[in-house]
């Protein structure tokens, strides 16, 4: 089995930082792509950013130039750099992780932190 362990949320005023990690751990052949996603109270989950472990990523407009991401594939870890942070921000953070196994790649999602951005 394949466990993703989310760290780093909070609550922080706006304008202020925070660094989300997820570390994966378990079987793991491989991972192909790793990301964070978000959800915030009555809207869906959406795409915040996504790396490959060449290293090739994809970040939603509302967050690129304040939120880089990053991966060490030695430890099977995905971080984000969330800067500038505004309310519109508040949401549940995922990891998420595409993760080679025997039989194929299989989608394995994190537990989910909450950050808050308030005054």
């Not at 800067?83 to 508040?90: G, H, Q």
Request: positive net charge; glycine residues 12%.
């Amino acid at each position: 089995q394949v466990q993703l362990v989310e760290s780093g949320g909070g609550l922080v005023q706006p304008g202020g930082s925070l660094r989300l990690s997820c570390a994966a751990s378990g079987s793991i052949f491989g991972i192909t792509t790793m990301g964070w996603y978000r959800q915030a109270p009555g809207k869906q989950r959406e795409l915040v950013a996504t790396i490959t472990s060449g290293g090739s990523t994809n970040i939603a407009d509302s967050v690129k130039g304040r939120f880089p991401i990053s991966r060490d594939n030695a430890k099977n870890t995905v971080y984000l750099q969330m800067n500038s942070l505004k309310p519109e921000d508040t949401a549940v953070y995922y990891c998420k992780a595409d993760v080679k196994r025997l039989a194929g790649i299989a989608v394995y999602w994190g537990q989910g932190t909450q950050v808050t951005v308030s005054s």
